[in-house]
Protein backbone atom coordinates (compact mmCIF):
# COMPACT_ATOMS: atom_id res chain seq x y z
CA UNK A 1 0.00 0.00 0.00
CA UNK A 2 1.45 3.37 -0.97
CA UNK A 3 -0.46 6.13 0.75
CA UNK A 4 -0.41 9.62 -1.26
CA UNK A 5 0.80 12.41 -0.43
CA UNK A 6 -1.97 14.96 -0.12
CA UNK A 7 -0.96 18.21 -0.99
CA UNK A 8 -0.55 20.97 1.41
CA UNK A 9 -0.99 23.98 -1.45
CA UNK A 10 -4.41 22.21 -2.55
CA UNK A 11 -5.31 21.90 1.21
CA UNK A 12 -4.79 25.38 1.33
CA UNK A 13 -6.67 26.27 -2.15
CA UNK A 14 -9.52 24.65 -1.03
CA UNK A 15 -9.74 26.58 2.34
CA UNK A 16 -9.27 23.45 4.92
CA UNK A 17 -7.95 25.47 7.11
CA UNK A 18 -10.49 27.76 8.50
CA UNK A 19 -12.59 26.90 10.90
CA UNK A 20 -15.17 28.29 12.87
CA UNK A 21 -15.39 31.13 15.12
CA UNK A 22 -13.22 31.12 17.76
CA UNK A 23 -15.57 31.94 20.30
CA UNK A 24 -17.66 28.92 18.74
CA UNK A 25 -14.99 26.57 19.56
CA UNK A 26 -14.83 23.40 21.44
CA UNK A 27 -12.29 22.69 23.73
CA UNK A 28 -11.29 19.24 22.78
CA UNK A 29 -10.57 20.90 19.42
CA UNK A 30 -7.84 22.63 20.73
CA UNK A 31 -4.85 19.86 19.47
CA UNK A 32 -5.60 20.59 16.00
CA UNK A 33 -6.05 24.02 15.73
CA UNK A 34 -2.64 26.13 14.52
CA UNK A 35 -3.94 29.59 15.67
CA UNK A 36 -7.09 32.51 15.88
CA UNK A 37 -6.94 34.86 13.16
CA UNK A 38 -9.65 37.59 12.98
CA UNK A 39 -11.55 35.81 15.26
CA UNK A 40 -11.44 32.56 13.40
CA UNK A 41 -9.51 29.29 14.20
CA UNK A 42 -7.04 27.79 11.50
CA UNK A 43 -6.49 24.22 11.87
CA UNK A 44 -2.36 23.14 11.92
CA UNK A 45 -3.04 21.80 8.15
CA UNK A 46 0.54 19.62 8.64
CA UNK A 47 -1.84 17.84 11.58
CA UNK A 48 -4.82 17.51 9.10
CA UNK A 49 -2.38 16.24 6.19
CA UNK A 50 -1.06 12.96 8.55
CA UNK A 51 -4.68 12.24 9.93
CA UNK A 52 -5.85 12.19 6.11
CA UNK A 53 -3.19 9.89 5.77
CA UNK A 54 -4.69 7.63 8.46
CA UNK A 55 -7.70 7.69 7.40
CA UNK A 56 -6.46 6.72 3.55
CA UNK A 57 -5.07 3.47 5.77
CA UNK A 58 -8.01 2.54 7.70
CA UNK A 59 -9.89 2.45 4.45
CA UNK A 60 -7.78 1.14 2.63
CA UNK A 61 -7.54 -2.04 4.70
CA UNK A 62 -11.41 -1.90 4.90
CA UNK A 63 -11.69 -2.11 1.51
CA UNK A 64 -8.78 -5.16 1.28
CA UNK A 65 -10.90 -6.76 3.83
CA UNK A 66 -13.87 -6.91 1.92
CA UNK A 67 -15.81 -4.68 4.99
CA UNK A 68 -18.34 -2.13 4.35
CA UNK A 69 -17.89 1.60 5.16
CA UNK A 70 -20.99 4.26 5.31
CA UNK A 71 -20.97 7.64 4.54
CA UNK A 72 -23.23 9.74 6.41
CA UNK A 73 -23.64 13.06 5.18
CA UNK A 74 -26.72 14.99 5.32
CA UNK A 75 -25.78 18.43 5.25
CA UNK A 76 -26.51 20.46 1.51
CA UNK A 77 -22.88 20.92 1.31
CA UNK A 78 -21.68 17.32 1.06
CA UNK A 79 -24.69 15.50 -0.08
CA UNK A 80 -23.74 15.00 -3.24
CA UNK A 81 -19.82 14.76 -3.05
CA UNK A 82 -20.49 11.94 -0.64
CA UNK A 83 -22.88 10.17 -3.00
CA UNK A 84 -20.55 10.43 -5.85
CA UNK A 85 -17.51 9.61 -4.09
CA UNK A 86 -19.12 6.62 -2.05
CA UNK A 87 -20.65 5.38 -5.09
CA UNK A 88 -17.55 5.37 -7.62
CA UNK A 89 -15.58 3.68 -4.26
CA UNK A 90 -18.08 0.51 -3.73
CA UNK A 91 -19.35 2.08 -0.51
CA UNK A 92 -22.07 3.03 0.82
CA UNK A 93 -24.16 6.02 1.63
CA UNK A 94 -27.20 8.10 3.99
CA UNK A 95 -27.63 11.39 2.12
CA UNK A 96 -31.60 12.11 2.88
CA UNK A 97 -31.90 11.50 6.51
CA UNK A 98 -30.48 9.57 9.52
CA UNK A 99 -33.56 7.07 9.99
CA UNK A 100 -32.98 6.20 13.44
CA UNK A 101 -32.35 2.61 14.45
CA UNK A 102 -30.12 2.25 11.38
CA UNK A 103 -27.61 0.61 13.71
CA UNK A 104 -29.36 -0.12 16.92
CA UNK A 105 -32.31 -1.69 15.49
CA UNK A 106 -31.09 -3.09 11.99
CA UNK A 107 -33.46 -5.89 12.03
CA UNK A 108 -36.32 -3.72 11.74
CA UNK A 109 -34.32 -1.51 8.82
CA UNK A 110 -33.31 -4.82 7.13
CA UNK A 111 -36.78 -5.73 7.15
CA UNK A 112 -37.92 -2.23 5.15
CA UNK A 113 -34.46 -2.42 2.82
CA UNK A 114 -35.77 -5.98 2.04
CA UNK A 115 -39.65 -4.94 1.52
CA UNK A 116 -38.70 -2.28 -0.74
CA UNK A 117 -36.36 -4.54 -3.04
CA UNK A 118 -38.68 -7.22 -3.48
CA UNK A 119 -41.12 -4.61 -4.00
CA UNK A 120 -39.07 -3.10 -6.66
CA UNK A 121 -38.30 -6.31 -8.30
CA UNK A 122 -41.98 -7.26 -8.17
CA UNK A 123 -42.80 -4.09 -9.86
CA UNK A 124 -39.57 -4.89 -12.94
CA UNK A 125 -41.24 -8.40 -13.05
CA UNK A 126 -44.68 -8.00 -13.90
CA UNK A 127 -45.71 -9.57 -10.32
CA UNK A 128 -48.42 -6.89 -9.60
CA UNK A 129 -49.84 -6.54 -13.19
CA UNK A 130 -53.27 -7.43 -11.39
CA UNK A 131 -53.48 -4.79 -9.01
CA UNK A 132 -55.36 -2.01 -10.04
CA UNK A 133 -53.95 1.44 -11.35
CA UNK A 134 -54.21 3.27 -7.60
CA UNK A 135 -52.95 -0.22 -5.75
CA UNK A 136 -50.04 0.35 -8.64
CA UNK A 137 -49.66 3.90 -7.96
CA UNK A 138 -49.65 3.23 -3.68
CA UNK A 139 -46.77 0.71 -4.43
CA UNK A 140 -44.49 2.82 -6.68
CA UNK A 141 -45.30 6.16 -3.76
CA UNK A 142 -44.01 3.44 -0.70
CA UNK A 143 -40.86 2.57 -3.32
CA UNK A 144 -40.14 5.92 -3.36
CA UNK A 145 -40.81 6.65 -0.07
CA UNK A 146 -38.24 3.98 0.90
CA UNK A 147 -35.61 4.78 -1.51
CA UNK A 148 -35.74 8.05 -0.06
CA UNK A 149 -33.69 6.96 3.02
CA UNK A 150 -32.25 3.25 1.50
CA UNK A 151 -31.04 4.24 -1.78
CA UNK A 152 -27.20 4.12 -1.07
CA UNK A 153 -28.05 1.04 1.23
CA UNK A 154 -28.99 -1.28 -1.23
CA UNK A 155 -26.05 -3.66 -0.69
CA UNK A 156 -25.94 -3.48 2.91
CA UNK A 157 -26.66 -7.38 4.67
CA UNK A 158 -25.48 -6.26 7.93
CA UNK A 159 -24.47 -3.46 10.14
CA UNK A 160 -21.87 -1.37 8.46
CA UNK A 161 -18.38 -2.46 9.67
CA UNK A 162 -17.26 2.04 10.07
CA UNK A 163 -18.82 4.81 9.30
CA UNK A 164 -17.26 7.75 7.74
CA UNK A 165 -18.92 10.97 8.69
CA UNK A 166 -19.11 14.84 7.54
CA UNK A 167 -20.08 16.81 10.15
CA UNK A 168 -20.79 14.54 13.57
CA UNK A 169 -22.32 17.58 15.13
CA UNK A 170 -24.87 17.65 12.14
CA UNK A 171 -25.22 13.87 12.54
CA UNK A 172 -25.30 13.50 16.21
CA UNK A 173 -27.88 10.34 15.65
CA UNK A 174 -25.59 8.40 13.46
CA UNK A 175 -22.37 8.93 15.99
CA UNK A 176 -24.74 8.10 19.25
CA UNK A 177 -25.95 4.92 17.67
CA UNK A 178 -22.36 3.95 16.24
CA UNK A 179 -20.67 4.53 19.68
CA UNK A 180 -24.01 2.17 21.17
CA UNK A 181 -22.82 -0.63 18.66
CA UNK A 182 -19.07 -0.05 19.12
CA UNK A 183 -18.86 0.77 15.55
CA UNK A 184 -15.39 3.01 14.36
CA UNK A 185 -15.98 6.22 13.42
CA UNK A 186 -14.39 8.86 10.91
CA UNK A 187 -15.37 12.36 10.66
CA UNK A 188 -14.50 15.51 9.12
CA UNK A 189 -14.91 17.70 12.16
CA UNK A 190 -14.81 21.33 11.94
CA UNK A 191 -13.64 23.56 15.06
CA UNK A 192 -17.05 23.45 16.93
CA UNK A 193 -17.21 19.60 16.93
CA UNK A 194 -16.41 17.56 19.90
CA UNK A 195 -13.87 15.04 19.07
CA UNK A 196 -13.75 12.72 22.26
CA UNK A 197 -16.43 10.10 20.54
CA UNK A 198 -14.55 10.26 16.73
CA UNK A 199 -11.81 7.68 16.21
CA UNK A 200 -10.22 8.87 14.04
CA UNK A 201 -10.95 12.57 13.30
CA UNK A 202 -10.13 14.81 10.12
CA UNK A 203 -10.26 18.59 11.16
CA UNK A 204 -10.87 20.80 8.45
CA UNK A 205 -13.51 22.96 7.32
CA UNK A 206 -17.01 21.44 6.90
CA UNK A 207 -18.85 24.04 5.31
CA UNK A 208 -17.19 25.20 1.82
CA UNK A 209 -17.66 22.35 -0.87
CA UNK A 210 -13.90 22.36 -1.73
CA UNK A 211 -12.52 21.23 1.21
CA UNK A 212 -15.53 18.49 1.92
CA UNK A 213 -14.73 17.29 -1.25
CA UNK A 214 -11.07 17.30 -0.91
CA UNK A 215 -11.45 15.30 2.76
CA UNK A 216 -14.12 13.49 1.42
CA UNK A 217 -11.88 11.90 -2.08
CA UNK A 218 -8.94 10.87 0.18
CA UNK A 219 -11.14 8.85 2.33
CA UNK A 220 -13.31 7.35 -0.77
CA UNK A 221 -9.72 6.35 -2.78
CA UNK A 222 -8.51 4.67 0.33
CA UNK A 223 -11.18 2.72 0.55
CA UNK A 224 -11.60 2.10 -3.72
CA UNK A 225 -7.37 1.39 -3.95
CA UNK A 226 -8.29 -1.27 -0.79
CA UNK A 227 -11.20 -3.13 -2.65
CA UNK A 228 -9.04 -3.31 -6.04
CA UNK A 229 -5.95 -4.67 -4.45
CA UNK A 230 -7.58 -7.83 -3.18
Known amino acids: MQVPDFDLKEMLDAGCHFGHQS ?7 A ?5 EQD ?21 YNLGKQGKTLLFVATKRQAKEVAKKAAT ?10 WLGGTLSNWEQINRSLKRMLDTEDGLKKGRFDAYTKLERVKLDKKVARLARFFEG ?11 FIIDPRREKNALAEARLEKIPVLALVDSNADVRD ?5 PANDDVPASI ?7 ASGYKDGKNSK
Open 39 to 59: GIHIFDLLKTKAQMEKAYEFA
Open 153 to 163: LRELKKRPDAL
Open 31 to 35: PWIHM
Open 198 to 202: IDLPL
Open 23 to 29: KKWHPSM
Open 88 to 97: EAGALYVISR
Open 213 to 219: ELIVKAV
